[in-house]
């Protein structure tokens, strides 16, 4: 069974929805790259 490892997505202010889907779109970015070594767990 491949080990779980938690990754931390960054924290910030979001002030509009052009805000949130900028954070969207890099959270999305870095789960992927860190799903390419095995699962994860946001956080």
Same mark, same amino acid.
């Given at each position: 069974m491949p080990t779980i490892r938690r990754v931390s997505l960054l924290s910030r202010p979001l002030n509009s /929805? =052009?805000?949130? @889907?900028?954070?969207?779109?890099?959270?999305? /970015? =870095?789960?992927? @790259?860190?799903?390419e070594q095995g699962p994860v767990i946001p956080g």
């Open positions: /929805a =052009a805000e949130v @889907k900028v954070w969207l779109t890099e959270a999305e /970015a =870095a789960l992927l @790259k860190q799903l």
